[in-house]
């Protein structure tokens, strides 16, 4: 018995078109595709979604020195004059973060291997760079999904059968999460 689904593709092919179908699974929490690929992203996604509960609490709380600029009532950098150049002027502020612990820190590097970076683009801003922004995912594995699939012991999707594509008859099902 093979212990995976080759999907008529060559290996780097169907690592590639995986771990796209899991980072859109976990980003929109539903996506539609043909039951054989479902059946493997199942097997990836509930891997990650174990780790990110088993991970969600072990970091710790650490209050940090920042610099940040000075700014005006526009929102613009306060700058002065110093040796005849223009500097920008910084305000020492304290900061709380968190630590991983070096567990948690180890199964974000395992999710990373996996998953794609997810940038969020405004439809307003289609095609431009400005106004983009970057989507965490794992940081919204360990947050959001961790805490809702805290009491849960598996079973994190659900496949539902929605018939049968028109070109070539494979059967498609729409993958969402529980």
Do not use: W
């Not at 289609?126 to 598996?154: C, M, N, P, S, V």
């Amino acid at each position: 018995m093979a212990k995976y689904r080759k999907l008529g593709k060559a290996s780097a092919q169907r690592n590639a078109l995986l771990r796209n179908q899991v980072t859109q699974l976990l980003y929109h929490g539903k996506i539609k595709t043909t039951e054989a690929r479902a059946k493997e992203v199942v097997k990836i996604a509930e891997k990650l979604i174990t780790l990110a509960v088993a991970e969600k609490d072990n970091y710790d709380e650490v209050t940090v020195q920042a610099k940040v600029a000075k700014k005006d009532k526009d929102g613009k950098r306060i700058k002065e004059v110093v040796d005849g150049k223009k500097v920008t002027v910084y305000d020492t502020v304290e900061k709380t973060v968190k630590k991983d612990q070096p567990s948690r820190l180890h199964a974000r590097r395992e999710m990373l291997k996996v998953l794609y970076p997810v940038v969020e683009v405004p439809t307003d801003a289609a095609g431009k760079k400005a106004g983009t922004k970057k989507i965490d995912l794992t940081q919204k594995l360990f947050d959001e999904y961790g805490t809702k699939y805290a009491g849960r012991k598996g079973g994190y999707t659900r496949i539902i059968k929605i018939g049968q594509r028109k070109g070539d008859q494979a059967l498609e099902v729409i993958l969402e999460l529980v």
